[in-house]
Each structure stands twice: as structure tokens, then as C-alpha cells.
């Protein structure tokens, strides 16, 4: 339950969801992530014509009947887009916390990158109802406002034309790490997940370029494909953050984007938040306690490599500062560590 920072008293938001208390009627509705592990299972099994004419069908008789999953329901005011392994997820917690945000109803929904078949309809169903937000307001003087964190955002090759299509007018947060830190990160997450083969994260870098090029191909030229492969291995190239947010740049005003140092948020965490509460126009949020959230311990990353990968990432941090007008100092001593993980 969340707490209201000025009083100590319970928030009368009672969220993430509401699937606990579902419409009345026939029609009950199944929990987000049941759908798309059920819609992932039928795109394999059946042809891509078939599956398509179906999906189509379906979203048009529930439309025409009113019992659209996402009826009634919003569409979020921000998205946290990246990074992974950035502290998104310690992120999103924090901010969830705050007695005017009623998050989706699950971190990470994907939508804009590897469910966007599922539809619109679908989207809302993972956020809070427009009833709720007016009700809340009545009672608050003030609505809250949603969201939801997908790290994997940033870096999909199709995900930021589709947000600029769907939400023109969203605010977008971003959560940058050291990249050198962050690459180093995900390698070891995709060792412990039986992802990544290889043993070296020297070898794994060596290897990335060749091993990621047919996959990457392939979902420039399909929209509908998921790469597994990609999420794995991509330790260069999700921590090259210019060429992805130039993208997003082209879409989207300066202005529209806000950017969290990984490293402020875990040695300053109420002056991360200021910042974020300030971008999003919410009241200042009083803490006393912040829990970290998939905090990784593994051996550090041998000397040799960290001062090849340093070399390497430097134009592209020059890059990035020049393009969002914002050093991040990681190219001094003092932006080598990092204490947060997500």
C-alpha cells in the first residue's frame, strides 16, 4: 500500500491494478501477461496469413461488442524506454511509490517492441481506469498520472516510430549508465540466464559484431520478429546510446526527454527523483528509505578489457553529449562505478 508522504496515511490508490476487482458482466478479463504468452503460442503455430486474419477478426467483433479488454482505460503519461541494465527497475519502483502515480500493471509491458500485434486495446488494458483518475482527482484536487518502464524501448528498431504514432504526446524518461559498466552488466545477466555461450566477456564483445548482424537484419525487415538472440548479446550496441536516441531525436523534441545518471540514482537518489518529479509536474515526494532492486555481484571486469572498452565508448559519449547537451562524466575516473543495477 502506498504511503502519502505528507501524512503517513495510506494512498487511496489502490494499485498497480485493479484485476482484482474486475468489470461486472460475462466478460472477465485475463491478466496481461496470460494474453501475450497465449498470443506468442498461436503467432508460432499458425501461418502468418491465418494468425493475422484471426488476430484482425478478434479485435474487431470485441470493438463491435463494447467488451474491448482496454475500454475505458489510459494510456500513459511517461515511459521509462532504457536503459537495460540502466536501474530501470529500481527506478520504477521508487517512482511508483509517489501517492500521484499509479503505475501500469506490470514494469515491463513491451508493447512497443515485441507485443505491438496485440493492439491498442490491449495497451490499456494494462493501466489504470479514466473513472479512477477523475475519481482520484475529485478526491485529491489533482490526478495521478501512469506509466510503465520497458528498457528494451530504446534500443528496438521499431519501437520509437510506433510511441510517436500512438503517443505523440508522451514523456519519455531515460535512465543512462556508464556504458562500459552497463555492457559488462548484461553480459553477466545473460551468463546466469543460460543465454551466453561464451565463457569471456572479451570473447563475447569480439564475437557481437558477427553474431548479432543477420539479427539485427532480420528485424529491420520484419516488424513482427523477436529476437531473443539480440536481447543476449547486444553489449556494444545497447550501450552506444547516441545512435539510438538520434532516432528518437528525430520523432520527438529535446524538451520531450528527460535523462537519469545510473550513477546519481544510486549515490543521490532524492536528487535523481527532484529531477524526474520536476519533468513530470509532480509534487516533491518525501523519502526516507530506498531499496535497490537486482543488485548483481560478480567478479569485477578485468583491467585490460575495461580500458579497451573506455577507448572504444569514448567518441560515442562525446557523441552523446553533444547531442543531448549533457556530460555524464564517465570518461574521468570518477564515472567508472556504479553501485545499481536493473
Not at 476487482?21 to 496481461?32: H, L, M, V
Not at 478478434?58 to 532504457?82: F, N
Not at 478526491?139 to 510503465?148: D, P
Request: charged share 30%.
Amino acid at each position: 500500500m502506498k504511503r502519502d508522504d505528507a501524512s503517513g496515511t495510506p494512498s487511496p490508490i489502490a494499485l498497480p491494478t485493479d484485476w482484482e476487482t474486475p468489470p461486472a458482466g460475462i466478460w472477465t478479463p485475463t491478466p496481461p501477461g496470460l494474453r501475450g504468452r497465449a498470443h506468442k503460442l498461436l503467432r508460432r503455430s499458425l501461418p502468418r496469413p491465418v494468425y493475422g486474419a484471426g488476430r484482425r477478426g478478434y479485435r474487431a467483433t470485441r470493438r463491435a461488442l463494447g467488451r474491448g479488454p482496454g475500454q475505458g482505460r489510459l494510456v500513459p503519461d511517461y515511459l521509462i524506454i532504457g536503459v537495460a541494465k540502466g536501474g530501470t527497475t529500481t527506478l520504477a519502483a521508487w517512482l511508483n511509490e509517489h501517492p500521484f502515480v499509479a503505475p501500469a500493471a506490470q514494469k515491463e509491458v513491451h508493447y512497443f517492441d515485441y507485443q505491438y500485434e496485440l493492439g491498442e486495446d490491449w495497451y490499456r488494458s494494462n493501466f489504470p481506469t479514466k473513472r479512477s483518475r477523475e475519481e482520484f482527482a475529485s478526491s485529491h484536487g489533482r490526478q495521478f498520472l501512469t506509466g510503465e518502464a520497458s528498457p528494451s524501448y530504446i534500443s528496438h528498431h521499431w519501437a520509437p516510430a510506433r510511441i510517436a504514432t500512438d503517443l505523440p504526446e508522451v514523456k519519455l524518461i531515460v535512465a543512462l549508465r556508464n556504458p562500459v559498466d552497463r555492457a559488462y552488466s548484461q553480459f553477466q545477466m545473460s551468463r546466469r540466464a543460460g543465454e551466453e555461450p561464451l565463457e569471456s566477456f572479451a570473447e563475447a564483445v569480439e564475437a557481437e559484431e558477427e553474431r548479432l548482424r543477420p539479427e539485427l537484419a532480420r528485424s529491420a525487415a520484419d516488424p513482427t520478429y523477436y529476437s531473443g538472440r539480440l536481447g543476449a548479446w547486444s553489449y556494444l550496441l545497447r550501450s552506444r546510446y547516441a545512435e539510438q536516441l538520434e532516432r528518437w531525436l528525430e520523432l520527438f523534441p529535446r524538451e520531450r526527454f528527460h535523462f537519469v545518471k545510473t550513477e546519481e540514482l544510486a549515490e543521490s537518489p532524492d536528487r535523481a527523483l527532484e529531477g524526474v518529479a520536476a519533468f513530470l509536474g509532480l509534487p516533491r515526494s518525501e523519502r526516507r528509505d530506498y531499496a535497490k532492486f537486482h543488485v548483481g555481484e560478480y567478479a569485477p571486469m578485468p583491467e585490460e578489457t575495461r580500458r579497451r572498452l573506455e577507448e572504444y565508448f569514448r567518441p560515442h559519449n562525446e557523441r552523446l553529449r553533444d547531442l543531448v547537451g549533457i556530460d555524464f562524466g564517465w570518461d574521468t575516473p570518477a564515472g567508472r562505478a556504479t553501485a545499481l543495477t536493473g
